[in-house]
């Protein structure tokens, strides 16, 4: 059974650098794209962006130039880092996986999410 | 603004039935893109439900069924529990924005 967990700092700063890290265990992470999703309180889903092992992105366009995702094969580790954040990039991050090679395919595997709240 | 819409909140009783509706466009449900769904209970991340429109992820319930038609879906969900009680989330593909996009939730209440 696949299983992700998110890791990171609770607290970020305004105008500093959200990072974030989810850990994949009980299956490799070769072969499949991996991504982060948001939800601010009492909100709806954003899809931030996914990252394939092979180290290629696609980004959500209203969040792209503030957002750089990575992949760690050895460690079955993959990671989001969001630039100059704002109150209105306090949610709960998750980070899911697609369950194909398409944006068309379903999220089938979920991390717990973990809130990140931005405040001085 | 979602670009696929859902009624903010549904209700009924225990042993109804419900249903929850996903509005699209020609560029995503209209255009045949599958549509999938999610059950978000309280304090819990989304868990798939429907996925391919209509197929059920082994240990989902066959109370739970989803369907397509035009730029429509539809998540339907029959004898209603008390554990069934939270928000669900369409999701499909929109070829406009080149991306997969979600709905704006819809939460479920079992009086």
């Known amino acids: 059974q696949v299983q992700l967990q998110e890791s990171g700092p609770g607290l970020v700063k305004p105008s500093e650098t959200l990072s974030l890290t989810c850990t994949v265990s009980?299956?490799?992470?070769?072969?499949?794209?991996w991504n982060w999703i948001r939800q601010p309180a009492g909100k709806g889903l954003e899809w931030i962006g996914r990252?394939?092992?092979?180290?290629?992105?696609n980004y959500n366009p209203s969040l792209k130039s503030r957002v750089t995702m990575s992949v760690d094969t050895s460690k079955n580790q993959f990671s989001l880092k969001l630039n100059s954040v704002t109150a209105a990039d306090t949610a709960v991050y998750y980070c899911?996986?697609?369950?194909?090679?398409?944006?068309?395919?379903?999220?089938?595997?979920w991390g717990q999410g973990t809130l990140v709240t931005v405040s001085s | 603004q979602s670009v696929l819409t859902q009624p903010p909140s549904v209700s009924g009783a225990p042993g109804q039935r419900v249903t929850i509706s996903c509005t699209g466009s020609?560029?995503?449900?209209?255009?045949?893109?599958?549509v999938h769904w999610y059950q978000q209970l309280p304090g819990t991340a989304p868990k798939l439900l429907i996925y391919?429109?209509?197929n059920r992820p082994s240990g989902v319930p066959d109370r739970f069924s989803g369907s397509k038609s035009g730029t429509s879906a539809s998540l339907a969900i029959t004898g209603l529990q008390a554990e069934d009680e939270a928000d669900y989330y369409c999701?499909?593909?929109?070829?406009?924005?080149?991306?997969?996009?979600f709905g704006g939730g819809t939460n479920l209440t079992v009086l």
């Open positions: 990252i394939y092992t092979s180290g290629s992105t």
């Open positions: 020609s560029s995503n449900i209209g255009a045949g893109y599958d």
């Open positions: 999701q499909s593909y929109d070829s406009s924005l080149s991306e997969g996009v």
């Open positions: 391919g429109n209509s």
């Open positions: 899911a996986r697609l369950s194909g090679h398409s944006g068309w395919y379903p999220f089938d595997y």
């Open positions: 009980g299956g490799s992470i070769s072969s499949y794209y």
